[in-house]
């Protein structure tokens, strides 16, 4: 089916649906994530959690628009919702913890491989798990060639980024990957020419990463 025809299937209802389920679960998770990640710290201030609330609520809409009334939306409305709180945390604390990286992983597996059994979509699937090996070894490789370009939490985050984007099609995890150093480039641009003198500009690849595979899971098919 097109983008334009899968975009039809989501009715109004679908469409709202996603947003409250995303907003919710993006709502919880931060409490979750303050409970049990106590060195991240406390929830983050009133403005953070209505910016990260709003983010949810908009890429829960934007994924039921994109994929409408399929088996795997699930899959997308959980990566929409993790890539939000990830990207919080790797912008404030430069850090992506194992732990909900692992979560977008294993969900993510159990959510597609759900799919898979429901549409008997097992080669995609397939194509889903090359692509989350794929992208790690290749982040792997040039995070043990250039140390200071990107960290080890990049790398695992590259896992299950591949994964869903594999699921897609190869095109998109090269372009992923590709993509994501293009955004960070500009953001490592745009933090330079904002920096204090005297003080290095840190920028975190997550974010750049997470926008990159978000951006191509809503605008290809």
């Keep these: 089916m097109s983008t334009a025809g899968i975009a039809a ?23 979750v994530i303050a409970r049990s990640l106590p060195r991240l710290g406390a929830l983050p ?3 953070t959690r209505i910016t990260t609330a ?23 409305l959980v990566l929409g919702v993790l890539a939000v709180q990830l990207a919080r945390i790797d912008l404030s604390l430069h850090l992506l913890p194992n732990p909900l990286i692992g979560t977008l992983l294993i969900s993510g597996l159990a959510l597609l491989a759900v ?6 979509g097992w ?3 397939l194509r889903a798990v090359a692509g989350a090996a794929v992208l790690f070894v290749a982040f792997l490789i040039l995070a043990l060639v250039s140390p200071q370009g990107i960290g080890m939490g990049d790398v695992k985050l ?5 994964l869903y984007l594999g699921h897609l099609g190869w095109g998109q995890v090269f372009y992923g990957g590709a993509l994501s150093f293009v955004v960070g480039g500009i ?9 204090q003198p005297g003080k ?22």
Excluded: K, N
Aim: with cysteine; glycine share 10%; hydrophobic share 60%.
């Design 9 to 31: 299937s989501a009715g109004p209802l679908l469409v709202i649906a996603a947003a409250l389920f995303s907003l919710g679960a993006g709502m919880l998770s931060e409490l």
């Design 54 to 76: 709003a983010l949810s609520c908009f890429l829960g809409a934007a994924l039921a628009l994109r994929f409408g009334a399929d088996w795997v939306l699930p899959a997308f």
């Design 158 to 162: 590259a896992a299950p980024v591949g």
């Design 200 to 221: 290095p500009a840190e920028v975190a690849f997550g974010p750049s990463l997470l926008a990159s595979a978000l951006g191509l899971v809503l605008f290809t098919s």
């Design 123 to 125: 080669p995609g699937f």
């Design 115 to 120: 799919s898979s059994a429901a549409t008997a």
């Design 187 to 195: 953001a490592s641009l745009i933090a330079a020419r904002r920096q």
């Design 45 to 47: 201030a009133g403005r």
